[in-house]
């Protein structure tokens, strides 16, 4: 069974970086899309990032555009979020996913989620 484990989440001030890291358990981790996602307090889960197995095919919630990198070394088994010039409204707990076909707007179903980590940015 793959599991998924994030790390990085943190306190940062705002227009400070954090890089979160997701790391699969399994050898399946290289054929399917993955992504993050975040949930803030009392608003529903939302889509930040994907990216598709082979790196190429990237998508970005408008929120996140020109702020936030997704990526991924399917030989660590690892996907990251580069996240840049945070903002207090980006403050949320982020959960990395892997999901079925390799659409990077992680339009299939989700295989399997992590436990998710928190990501507070201060004003």
């Not at 790391?23 to 399917?32: E, I, N």
């Not at 608003?43 to 790196?55: D, L, M, N, P, T």
């Amino acid at each position: 069974q793959v599991q998924l484990v994030e790390s990085g989440g943190g306190l940062v001030q705002a227009g400070g970086s954090l890089r979160l890291s997701c790391v699969a358990s399994a050898r399946t981790f290289g054929a399917d899309a993955m992504g993050w996602f975040r949930q803030a307090p009392g608003k529903e889960r939302e889509f930040v990032a994907g990216i598709s197995w082979g790196s190429t095919a990237i998508r970005y919630a408008d929120a996140v555009k020109g702020r936030f990198t997704i990526s991924r070394d399917n030989a660590k088994y690892t996907v990251y979020l580069q996240m840049n010039s945070l903002k207090p409204e980006d403050t949320a707990v982020y959960s990395c996913a892997c999901a079925r076909g390799n659409d990077a707007g992680m339009s299939g179903a989700i295989r399997y989620w992590g436990q998710g980590t928190q990501v507070t940015v201060s004003s």
